[in-house]
């Protein structure tokens, strides 16, 4: 294998420039899928793209933007799947921007352009990979490979469940590297072994036709109190969430998950200092921070209600709106919570308090001990020479759910570009050379031990 | 008296429509205290208009408006004070005038402008009131009139409650006529023996410096929860409040109060129909709802926290604020109230929530068993014809207590040209000619009766 992997290095750091430059020809064409600019036209460059590496591509239509699915067989009947996204967040600012968001421009080792790194250096990184495996191997390739870009992965992914339970013959394979990957924010490589599900609502109460002189408040009900009463009833002073059985599918962390919970840097001086918190939920502090994850959430994310301009006005709110948003740890489902969510409002006397779905995913939790993670783990230390970091589940939510059941419980990992200041989503996005290089190293890796798992 | 009374009528009514252009021209200069549009101005119309009824006129300065003070000695050593104002509220919004609000003009029976009523209708009324007597009796009043009229009532009379304590010689009197008065929305005359106090603050909780991705929630405070929880802690779910010592000053109705109480119009259905009221605070119904003035409030009148547009955004808040106002009864003192809302947020575990005082009022309640308020009844029912409603105590605030308690406990009473619909603060407010020659009559009559009590 040695032999193979100083190949892969070779072949890659020569070729670096031809992939930043292939790079840079998919950032110059927009693709925001929130105002829908570029996106189909973007569609149609990924799978020329992947055809011109010699991908079979099908262009599949969904109720929004086109998935585009590109295959290569290998020579076992072992398939490793990429998800990545071909559309990006909006640019703006644009008067942040150093150089403009579409005109891809290379400084300080570094291609700068909106997409850059999210996502579709990412999706070069991996083409560069696969592109390094052939070149080692008389253009065969271990283990098929499928590419699966979707173009609304930046407005929610929307279609994309659908679209895999009705597509599971096309993307059958026996794993899957998941977009994002690469540093932390200590420069270490690592992964976390799946995503927390999460339920958005919007709870609201009305009590009268229209605000009220608050003179009248000892008659009159005030819709914001209605509100924060019911908020209030959803958990008690120990952060327990008061809802009736919401806890009755949360899994508990496993004796492994909790090691390697602790195996993780302490991160409570870099959170006080960057977010400039006092207290942690729950006194949490150390590294008890890291198993706070396994703690579902009740997430408060806005309040709105009566009059919110300087000095004071005294009403009586007659409307009042709370967008909630829960983090749900395996095997909590979010229409479950919502279910009894709505039964506990009922039963607590709320019944008046409405409950609007705004949208959800599933959690999805990969298995600490399944070999393609000691796999991925494995070749990132080579190619970092720094420890690999696990984290059991990230906090946050993403749709690996949506491919890893239909798709016979697969296990999904991260490995890519990215670094801690890439600024995905924000102005001067970019991804480093040095970190596309040593993403493509660690794919390749991967891939090339795949068929042997 | 009668003699008199029918001299009175006669003269208002001849001479309504002098009084209606006295009231016009006052409404023709403007006089924003909001924006300080005019008021210096209106203050030196006032204090001329006031000089050519043959008042003594003394412009007194404070830190903001100057208040006019005029004087008419009488034949009595009792003296009857009117409280009025001569700023108005802002005109906006201008389009949904039917014409201009500085540009008073005459329709279907009444003075359209900015001030028509409140106050300037108010005021003349009162001028008209004071002509009508002397010119009964030769020019003599039967007891002295002072005129108070301050320049900052509609945002909120920053200075009169020091203005009344630095000049109690001058503004020396046995009883007081508040601005505002007429009719209800069933046409009856009536009065409040006076109002509740309202100490209004904002409640703020800050958790982090920014807002963090709701992913981190398990670790990161939520402001919007501390706030939640903070105020969820000020009142148990029968509408009691939890602030120890909150009902300590708090006065119980009297006898003669729920009497009062009781003996007022059944508004459930007038309140259900308007507001679209469901349940009302408490449970409250029928003439229950009379009595729930005595109840002291905690109202919500607005709450800001984290993401309030269309849709979702998982962010935890890192700031997160409330505007409350407290009616308080007698002998309720907003100072004594703000010390043990900060006590019990310290006690309860919220010291890290911030309680800004934002504006006080005290309560001001006259005694029921006052003869003054027995001739001002009395003289309605002559005027109007119908029963005069007396409530024990107004829901809302007013400075009414700056002036009785420093001048010895006087009792206040309201008489004016309202009615239920006189769009006051909004567009197109008017004061009808019946209503303003009713008021005049009223005030005459009172006037006529007052140095024999």
Redesign the interface.
């Known amino acids: 294998m040695t032999n193979h992997t100083t190949y892969f290095d070779t072949f890659l750091q020569a070729n670096l420039d031809k992939y930043i430059g292939e790079t840079a020809r998919l950032c110059a064409q927009p693709s925001v899928s929130a105002k829908n600019e570029g996106v189909r036209e973007c569609a149609g460059l990924v799978a020329q793209t992947l055809e011109s590496h010699g991908f079979r591509v099908q262009t599949c239509e969904t109720a929004g933007q086109p998935v585009i699915v590109g295959h290569l067989d290998g020579e076992s009947a072992r398939t490793l799947m990429f998800y990545n996204h071909y559309d990006v967040q909006p640019p703006e600012p644009l008067e942040l921007w150093t150089t403009p968001p579409f005109q891809p421009t290379i400084r300080d080792g570094a291609l700068y352009a909106r997409g850059a790194k999210d996502d579709k250096g990412e999706f070069v990184a991996r083409l560069a990979a696969v592109d390094a495996i052939r070149a080692a191997n008389s253009g065969k390739l271990p283990c098929g490979i499928t590419f699966v870009l979707e173009g609304e992965e930046e407005i929610g992914s929307p279609h994309i469940a659908q679209f895999v339970r009705e597509h599971t013959d096309l993307l059958k394979c026996h794993a899957a590297i998941w977009e994002e990957g690469g540093v932390n924010f200590e420069g270490h490589p690592g992964t976390a072994l799946g995503r927390?599900g999460?339920l958005?609502v919007e709870l609201a109460a009305r009590?009268?036709?229209?605000d009220?002189?608050?003179?009248?408040?000892?008659?009159?009900?005030?819709a914001?109190?209605r509100l924060?009463?019911a908020?209030?009833s959803l958990?008690d002073?120990d952060e327990r969430m008061r809802i009736p059985g919401f806890y009755d599918h949360a899994r508990p962390a496993s004796p492994r998950d909790l090691e390697l919970c602790d195996a993780l840097p302490d991160r409570e001086t870099w959170?006080r200092k960057?977010?400039?918190?006092?207290?942690?939920?729950g006194g949490?502090k150390n590294k008890a921070?890291n198993r706070?994850?396994?703690?579902?959430?009740c997430?408060?994310?806005?309040?709105?209600?009566?009059?919110?301009g300087k000095?004071?006005?005294?009403?009586?709110?007659a409307h009042?709106s709370?967008?909630l948003?829960f983090?749900l740890v395996p095997d909590q489902d979010p229409d479950d919570i919502f279910k009894k969510l709505r039964a506990h409002l009922d039963a607590a006397g709320f019944a008046?308090v409405t409950v609007t779905w705004?949208?959800a995913m599933s959690p999805y939790k990969a298995s600490p001990g399944d070999p393609f993670i000691a796999l991925t783990a494995r070749t990132a230390e080579e190619v970092y020479q720094l420890p690999y970091e696990i984290e059991p589940i990230?906090?946050?939510?993403s749709p690996m759910y949506a491919f890893a059941a239909p798709l016979g419980n697969i296990p999904i990992v991260t490995a890519g570009v990215g670094y801690a200041d890439n600024r995905t989503h924000s102005p001067n996005e970019h991804v480093r050379f040095g970190d596309f290089l040593n993403a493509s190293r660690h794919i390749a890796r991967i891939i090339d031990g795949f068929a042997d798992l």
Chains 1, 2 share one sequence.
Not at 207 to 210: C, E, S, Y
Not at 274 to 281: A, D, I, S, T, Y
Not at 292 to 297: G, I, S
Not at 299 to 308: D, L, P, R, V
Request: glycine share 14%; net charge positive.
């Open positions: 927390r999460v958005s009590t009268l036709n229209f009220a002189h608050s003179g009248a408040a000892s008659m009159l009900p005030n914001a109190w924060v009463n908020l209030a958990k002073g959170l960057n977010f400039g918190v006092k207290e942690f939920v949490r921070l706070a994850v396994f703690q579902p959430t997430n408060i994310a806005g309040i709105t209600t009566g009059y919110q000095g004071m006005k005294t009403v009586t709110p009042a709370a967008k948003d983090r008046d705004l949208g990230g906090g946050g939510s």
